[in-house]
């Protein structure tokens, strides 16, 4: 991702609608599957980029971020709420069985070799640790926002949850999110994608009217009070919580 695109995530990731949204849904997500009985969780941020999600993970447990790029880093340094280490996510440096939780968010589809990056986050989970995870799904929605972000693929739910089950992690929910605005963001996309040919790729992270963006975050608020429930076949990204196996006795 270029600097000048981890600068617009950086200024808009506290009130845009779509991290706004994503974070009222990890938040009740983790607090659904963690329970009262781990106060002192240990909490890995894989992929933190630029900090957003740390002060929402910090509120859960103790929280170390890790990402690749030292630009990404250096903004979340400012937020000064975590431990921070640079470091490639195909390669972790901890050693097994270490973390409660490891949040993903939006990470899994910038990595070279998915598969393997899901092997190494079970290897520093604990045995019955949880990792929840968001990444783009179908690739119908694949446009310059995803060339400009960096992404090698979008997902779909039964290939996500064999890829899960192939690391040694034990799926307990995984549904499409984002459901609301799926119309208006294949639309958006495909436009996108007419007026990009022969451009240089560029997001889809625009600002909004004020009403507008406060609008789309009360659906989403909505959307992960009702996500248990629901089972839908779209969603703009697909969310799961997993475990990892435990060793047999």
Request: hydrophobic content about 50%.
């Amino acid at each position: 991702m270029e600097e000048s695109e981890i600068e617009k995530m950086a200024r808009l990731e506290g009130t845009y609608w779509w991290f706004v949204g994503r974070r009222f849904l990890i938040g009740r997500l983790i607090d659904r599957f963690a329970g009262p009985s781990d106060p002192l969780r240990l909490i890995l941020d894989l992929g933190c980029g630029t900090g957003g999600n740390l002060s929402l993970l910090r509120q859960r447990g103790q929280v170390v971020g890790l990402d690749s790029s030292l630009t990404a880093l250096r903004y979340a340094h400012k937020k000064g709420v975590a431990p921070l280490i640079q470091a490639d996510g195909h390669c972790l440096p901890f050693r097994d069985g270490v973390f409660d939780w490891i949040a993903v968010l939006d990470v899994l589809e910038h990595m070279d070799d998915d598969r393997a990056a899901l092997k190494e986050m079970a290897r520093v989970l604990k045995p019955g640790g949880r990792l929840i995870l968001t990444v783009p799904a179908f690739m119908c929605l694949w446009s310059g926002h995803d060339m400009a972000l960096g992404h090698r693929r979008r997902y779909l739910m039964g290939p996500l949850c064999r890829l899960l089950a192939s690391a040694g992690l034990r799926v307990l929910l995984m549904r499409y999110c984002i459901i609301p605005v799926f119309p208006a963001v294949f639309l958006f996309r495909k436009i996108q994608n007419l007026f990009q040919r022969g451009n240089r790729p560029s997001t889809a992270l625009v600002q909004l009217p004020f009403f507008l963006n406060r609008l789309l975050i009360a659906l989403l608020e909505v959307e992960a009070l009702l996500l248990p429930l629901l089972k839908l076949p779209f969603g703009v990204s697909l969310v799961a919580v997993c475990e990892r196996e435990r060793k047999a006795a």
